[in-house]
């Protein structure tokens, strides 16, 4: 009888250990999420691959701590073996479901601890719902989950600790999805976001402690006269106290239709928004043709997608983006145009660098010492009119008017690399990082990252100690 309990008792609480939050414990390795939408036509998935570092989005996910010498960066990970089938049913080699985690490289040892679940997604699979974050002037961290639609809050953590991944404690939820936090010292947050109220609206909200918020504020909602919806993507910066997005715009709230770029920004954390000028605009922007608009696409039936923002000497505001017809992939849709759009000062520049295969290859863009930089994904294998592929350096020394492939950072590779994310005030090594995955089937999804030579680390997938260095990669 006295086994009988005891073997019982064991058993329930292995049941029981399975089925508890992961919320900060520590994953043995850096495993990233694999995810496909499972919007199908003749040449694969919409999008689908190693998503750990999705979207474009969610900015930022990484930033460097010149007081610790440390860069902290969060991202959508697994725990290899733990599935769930509560959200794909009859499906349970579908894969490993999400973790929303914290990872931290310290520049004065070269090695990464262990990374911290943030928060355990408990059977979600979908990278949508991945994390962005923020650090204040203390050396606190902030962890901005995305919600989902309106089915699932956003939420927000803060570590235990300044400069600390060991534990995350939970101080906010609601309904924010594509996370944009940024930290201004002294006056605290103003977090760019959208709401799904018909369909993808933008808005932002301020905090001086990021536990108390003020209301939700609309920023953009364009229709056309007979629309009954709306929708817009953004994509955001910051230099100093001035924070800019550019955004796109959905006809009829069809994403599949995304098209036009626009752009908003403030300099007194939200009181008024303006032009580049400095023009005020009353948001929200309601009109397609409205005083936000800065490059028409619409009439030419083209998509685009914007993938990150950057400023040069002057402090004029720079967008990457993506452009082309058709939102399936495919020859029938052709290659995407790679281009930058910038304020000279005077007016909008528009300059194109290269093509790639997929609408949502994605890379980063960096301006220093008169050099423009984009890593991206624009070499198409291993796996072509999938996301992502071999990534190149591009460089640019006339502001963008030309540009040359400096290098391609890699080759030869089993499975295609995407959504390349810059560390924000990123420094060598660690200045910008990814994940690779196969988007055609299910796959192991590595991490890694690269610094200003192209030189590549491949983050530990497994983890014996609980600091390790990364691995080299000979390309």
């Not at 959508?76 to 914290?102: F, T, V, W």
């Not at 056309?224 to 709230?253: A, C, T």
């Amino acid at each position: 009888m006295k086994r009988f309990i005891f073997i019982f008792t064991f058993v329930f609480a292995v049941i029981s250990m399975s089925a508890q939050s992961l919320n900060n414990h520590k994953i043995d390795g850096y495993q990233s999420i694999w995810f496909t939408l499972g919007q199908f036509s003749e040449y694969g998935d919409k999008y689908s691959g190693g998503l750990g570092t999705y979207t474009a989005k969610h900015i930022p996910l990484a930033i460097y701590a010149p007081e610790v010498r440390k860069t902290f960066f969060v991202y959508g990970g697994i725990a290899e073996g733990r599935k769930s089938e509560a959200d794909k049913p009859g499906h349970a080699d579908y894969g490993n479901y999400l973790l929303c985690m914290a990872g931290c490289y310290d520049h004065k040892t070269g090695t990464v601890v262990k990374p911290t679940v943030v928060h355990d997604k408990d059977g979600i699979f979908d990278p949508h719902d991945n994390p962005a974050l923020a650090m204040d002037s203390d050396g606190y961290l902030w962890v901005f989950v995305s919600g989902r639609s309106r089915n699932r809050p956003g939420l927000i953590y803060k570590s235990g600790k300044p400069y600390d991944i060991e534990t995350f404690d939970k101080v906010l939820e609601d309904e924010r999805t594509y996370p944009q936090p940024k930290y201004i010292p002294g006056k605290g947050f103003l977090h760019l976001f959208t709401k799904y109220i018909g369909i993808r609206l933008l808005y932002f909200s301020t905090s001086a402690d990021g536990v108390n918020w003020s209301e939700h504020q609309q920023l953009a909602a364009i229709k056309r006269p007979g629309d009954k919806n709306s929708g817009h993507y953004q994509i955001s910066g910051q230099l100093g106290e001035k924070i800019v997005f550019f955004f796109n715009w959905h006809p009829n709230g069809d994403v599949d239709r995304r098209t036009n770029i626009y752009y908003l920004q403030t300099t007194d954390f939200g009181k008024t928004w303006t032009k580049v000028d400095g023009t005020p605009v009353k948001t929200p922007v309601t009109e397609v043709d409205n005083p936000s608009l800065i490059k028409e696409f619409f009439s030419k039936e083209q998509n685009v997608y914007i993938k990150d923002v950057a400023f040069d000497e002057a402090g004029y505001p720079v967008a990457l983006y993506v452009y082309g017809t058709g939102y399936k992939p495919g020859p029938t849709n052709g290659l995407k145009k790679w281009a930058v759009i910038r304020w000279n000062g005077k007016e909008w520049e528009d300059y194109e660098i290269t093509t790639s295969d997929h609408n949502y290859d994605s890379g980063s863009i960096w301006i220093s010492d008169g050099k423009w930089t984009v890593i991206a994904p624009t070499r198409n294998s291993p796996q072509s009119w999938g996301g992502g592929g071999e990534l190149v350096m591009w460089e640019s020394v006339d502001k963008g008017k030309t540009w040359n492939d400096a290098k391609q950072i890699t080759r030869n590779s089993p499975r295609n690399h995407n959504y390349v994310r810059k560390v924000v005030n990123g420094v060598d090594p660690f200045l910008y990082f990814w994940a690779d995955g196969n988007p055609a089937q299910i796959s192991l999804s590595k991490m890694y990252f690269g610094n200003s030579k192209g030189e590549v680390w491949e983050l530990p997938y497994r983890m014996t100690e609980n600091t390790q260095k990364p691995i080299p990669c000979v390309y």
